[in-house]
């Protein structure tokens, strides 16, 4: 279960680690789009439209697509999520990213997360030791000219930032990309105002081509696609379940092995005037010791297979306080369900039939 959790918060994670990082207060997408990788582009028109309403600071452009990255060691070619923005936009919180902006204004520049899967060749060293790296996207020469953190996810292996100017140019034989359409619209509101009564205003003024998002319902979206849409989220769901299920097996073997050896003991106290119900509590204190010992080794095992997942996948792996109370409080029921079912036989013996 632990196991199975922890692969389903990285799927989370991983794949909204994007969105935490916008600076904006709402998003707008085609209403079309399902998540941030199937991402429709609309008229950014739309989003310019949302300057009529005072409580707007500002606007941002945004633009997503999956490149072609070549590695210069292998020669092979993976596909890599690019970011496109305008660099004279607040767009990211990432410090990172904003201390290059000057840097994407050139052309064929890029940033490169540091993070990314090894596969698409040392990019990070290269920029480390020399501070500029030269590979191919799209069969284009780009240059490195900074690094960010953000990771791999269930989506992509790597991520490159760079500016509009620059996005346009590496994706200029795809039509959908024309200029004058964007995958996203990033909405900056005035201090202090709030972001669901713009959002509800801005719903009602545009045209239905379009929805409009506040930045936690963004992250959420992104979640319901992966949880809802794709067989991954339904897969670790149902992993979990069929763990818990194991666990009733196998304690409730376990449980029904010590009642059938100490029947003569249980019998004896049911004869001196012990009652069903005392000796269920009995069974269920035996139950709690059970999960007691079996809960506290899985903590450290899967911190140990947590750290090792990591490693090897470089997805958050996180073995968080919430996770580890919901996992004990799964466990107890387990363990509490198993002996329930294993004490039917001893609620129904009779005494004389045991002796």
């Not at 279960?1 to 918060?9: H, S, Y």
């Not at 081509?209 to 992104?222: A, G, M, S, W």
């Not at 991954?232 to 449980?255: A, D, E, H, K």
Request: proline letters at 5%; aromatic letters at 12%.
């Amino acid at each position: 279960m632990f196991m199975q959790l922890g692969f389903e918060g990285a799927l989370y994670e991983s794949n909204t680690r994007l969105h935490s990082s916008l600076d904006a207060d709402l998003v707008m997408l085609n209403r079309r789009s399902k998540s941030l990788a199937y991402s429709y582009v609309f008229s950014r028109r739309r989003l310019y439209q949302a300057l009529a309403f005072e409580q707007v600071e500002g606007v941002s452009e945004f633009y997503v697509e999956y490149g072609i990255w070549k590695n210069d060691q292998t020669n092979e070619y993976r596909p890599i999520f690019v970011f496109g923005f305008d660099p004279d936009k607040p767009t990211f919180t990432l410090p990172e990213v904003n201390q290059h902006l000057e840097d994407l204004k050139k052309p064929d520049r890029i940033l490169f997360d540091r993070q990314a899967k090894p596969d698409y060749g040392p990019i990070a060293a290269n920029y480390l030791k020399n501070k500029t790296s030269i590979n191919e996207l799209n069969d284009r020469q780009v240059e490195t000219v900074g690094l960010f953190t953000l990771g791999p996810s269930f989506a992509a292996d790597g991520n490159i930032i760079t500016s509009d100017t620059n996005f346009q140019q590496v994706f200029k034989l795809f039509r959908h990309h024309r200029i004058g359409f964007i995958n996203l619209g990033l909405i900056r509101l005035k201090p202090g105002v709030n972001p669901q009564m713009v959002k509800n205003n801005l719903k009602a003024y545009l045209p239905q081509d379009v929805t409009i998002l506040t930045k936690q319902e963004f992250i959420n979206f992104e979640k319901t696609y992966w949880r809802t849409t794709t067989p991954i989220g339904f897969m670790f769901r149902l992993g979990t379940t069929v763990g818990f299920i194991v666990g009733i097996v196998i304690v409730y073997q376990i449980i029904q092995t010590d009642v059938n050896d100490h029947l003569p003991q249980y019998a004896t106290l049911k004869a001196i005037g012990y009652t069903n119900n005392y000796l269920l509590g009995v069974v269920f204190h035996e139950t709690i010791m059970l999960a007691l010992l079996g809960y506290v080794p899985g903590v450290g095992i899967s911190f140990a297979l947590y750290q090792l997942s990591k490693a090897a996948t470089l997805l958050p792996m996180r073995l968080t306080v919430t996770r580890m109370i919901t996992v004990f409080f799964l466990t107890v029921v387990m363990c509490c369900v198993s002996g329930a079912i294993a004490i039917r036989k001893l609620k129904d013996a009779d005494p004389a039939d045991i002796f």
